[in-house]
């Protein structure tokens, strides 16, 4: 927290000062972007860290999300830029972070003091004897998800913030920040601290990381250090585990496989080390003396700029905590970083299936009425009353797996789409700036596009919940199936439609191949087999004939779109134009 001497407000400062920006001229604004560019070496603020700042500094309470590295940190200290009588307060849940953010600050010649029960003395208690009410500037909460995440347990203190907001003089604002607040968490942790969304300021940069690559295995930690023979091939590593008792493990077979001289480049950071020793060991991480850092979540909050490689050894909590361990990497937006998720097989382990009670078959079934009047539609009623028993079987099932994983991040974890696309689902991220190239996204979009011969489809377009059309939407060709008319077909007329046996036959095949690639490709999976090709899709390839004949025909007349068009649209293709040549023969 920043120290600086204090100088008592008149009312009507108090009152101007909460009413509106209007009491900032733009002289102001200029003065912290100037002073801003003097201590940073003359880098120029974003707009938005002003606009943070310029709330603060006319009273208003802040909500700030943002990835991780992103300069969220700034505003902490920037309205001491301009206000050099004021103490601003920052609550963080870890001393390391503490200790971080002070040194970070006395570089930006702001005074920062880390107090804690490591630090406080009796001289600081004779500070807190002073009445500090007319000079406090704002109370600052970092890592505010922890207010909901570890308010029960590990830091207790933050489920009592709602207390202490009550004990603060009204015209004092908070800002409130965190890389992975979901909307439930932002909710939450308004009420707690009594902030009014509409009398507040609330900026949602969003927490995706356009430069870190994404990736789960289910291999083990030996790529980390494979073949090295020098320090240089070690990449600068953060791996994070999940309980103490691990990271020994962890460090003792990473030592193990390297040679003699580069065991030290291994070093270990957990919460029962002592203050010193946890200083220390961040000290010679960061400033490269060490090459891997094996820590739990006491490095989940610390800062380092050149950490290349963020590895999960082990299923996180939730979804939320290993977006923080993974925004360890990179943090500089020009460094090419990964984040790899290493999943125990007991996560993905199915030990048995488990039937709702309340389902009945017959809810399922099919229409009363099937008087279509077309024999296609008939057929098609038929199919389904035939199949929809077995589907409502499946519905009703629960799967049931070896490891308990929260259910967000096992979703992460079985995406078959863009895995981003599930973190901006759930995060509710605003719209990306720019695409991400497939290879650098995630290994699911970097696998989709290797599977292309052509323009590779976009993995994480402009709209979060956008990126699985334009993978479905990007019209790849297809070798023996690709198009040899010389143009598109003219879909705007009547398409031959199939009828009786034959479609049938056609419906009936895509139907098992659905079931058999669901219980091969997919065993480990929670898709069900009209999750891969959905019944509107099935129903439109088996109604038209030999028309479609391209992954591009299919995109055209696919709506919606199928999301598994590029990865399977070439195999569902063959199989019809096999049954269309043998019925023809």
Not at 78 to 89: A, G, L, Q
Not at 102 to 110: E, M
Not at 188 to 197: A, C, K, P, V, Y
Not at 402 to 407: A, G, W
Request: with cysteine; charged share 25%.
């Amino acid at each position: 927290m920043a120290i600086v001497t204090p100088r008592l407000l008149s009312h009507e400062e108090e009152y101007g000062r909460s009413r509106s920006y209007a009491i900032l001229e733009a002289a102001t604004r200029q003065r912290l972007e100037e002073t801003f560019q003097q201590r940073m070496g003359g880098r120029v603020p974003h707009q938005w860290q002003v606009d943070v700042t310029e709330a603060l500094l006319v009273g208003l309470d802040c909500t700030v999300i943002a990835g991780t590295g992103s300069g969220k940190t700034m505003p902490f200290v920037m309205p001491t830029f301009v206000e050099f009588d004021k103490i601003y307060f920052i609550i963080s849940p870890l001393n390391a972070l503490e200790a971080d953010q002070a040194g970070r600050f006395a570089d930006l010649k702001v005074p920062a003091a880390a107090v804690n029960r490591t630090t406080f003395s009796d001289k600081l208690m004779e500070v807190c004897k002073i009445r500090l009410t007319h000079v406090i500037g704002a109370f600052i909460i970092d890592e505010a998800h922890c207010i909901t995440q570890w308010g029960g347990n590990f830091r207790t203190e933050y489920s009592g913030l709602d207390k202490f907001r009550a004990l603060v003089p009204t015209p004092v604002p908070f800002l409130v920040t965190s890389a992975t607040l979901t909307p439930f968490q932002l909710e939450q942790t308004r009420s707690n601290l009594s902030i009014e969304e509409t009398r507040s300021f609330y900026l949602n940069l969003g927490n995706d990381h356009p430069n870190i690559k994404q990736e789960i295995d289910f291999a083990a930690l030996d790529f980390i250090v494979a073949g090295a023979e020098k320090k240089e091939d070690i990449p600068r590593t953060i791996i994070f585990v999940n309980d103490v008792s691990k990271t020994h493990v962890v460090a003792h077979r990473l030592r193990a496989m390297v040679p003699d001289p580069l065991r030290p480049e291994i070093a270990l950071l957990h919460a029962r080390r002592s203050e010193d020793s946890k200083r220390e060991t961040w000290r010679r991480f960061k400033e490269g003396e060490v090459r891997i850092l094996v820590a739990t979540e006491a490095a989940a909050m610390v800062r380092d700029g050149r950490t290349a490689l963020a590895v999960q050894f082990g299923v996180p909590e939730n979804l939320a905590v290993w977006l923080q361990r993974a925004g360890r990497a990179g943090r500089s937006p020009l460094l090419e970083a990964t984040a790899v998720m290493l999943v125990e097989r007991s996560a993905i382990q199915r030990v048995g299936v488990k039937k709702e009670a309340g389902v009945r078959e017959e809810e399922s079934g099919a229409p009363a009425d099937n008087s279509s009047g077309s024999e296609f539609e008939e057929e098609e009623e038929k199919l389904k009353a035939a199949t929809t028993t077995a589907a409502a079987a499946t519905a009703a099932a629960v799967i049931k797996y070896r490891k308990t994983v929260e259910q967000n991040l096992r979703a992460w974890i079985e995406a078959e789409g863009c895995r981003r696309d599930v973190a901006d689902a759930y995060f509710d991220n605003p719209p990306r700036r720019s695409p991400i190239s497939p290879s650098r996204c995630c290994n699911n979009c970097a696998t989709a596009a290797s599977l292309t011969t052509g323009p590779p489809p976009a993995s994480a377009s402009a709209t979060p919940s956008g990126a699985m059309v334009a993978l479905a939407t990007a019209p790849p060709p297809l070798d023996a199936l690709a198009d040899t008319t010389g143009g598109d077909h003219d879909f705007n007329t009547a398409l031959e439609r199939r009828a009786g046996t034959h479609l049938k036959t056609v419906k009936s095949s895509l139907m098992e191949w659905r079931f058999t690639i669901r219980q091969t490709k997919y065993k480990f999976s929670s898709l069900k087999a009209d999750n891969i090709l959905p019944d509107g899709a099935l129903t439109t390839i088996v109604s038209l004939r030999r028309d479609v004949k391209t992954i591009h025909d299919l995109v055209r007349v696919l709506n919606p779109p199928w999301p598994h068009v590029n990865v399977h649209g070439a195999e569902v293709l063959k199989i019809v134009r096999e049954l269309d040549l043998a019925e023809d023969a």
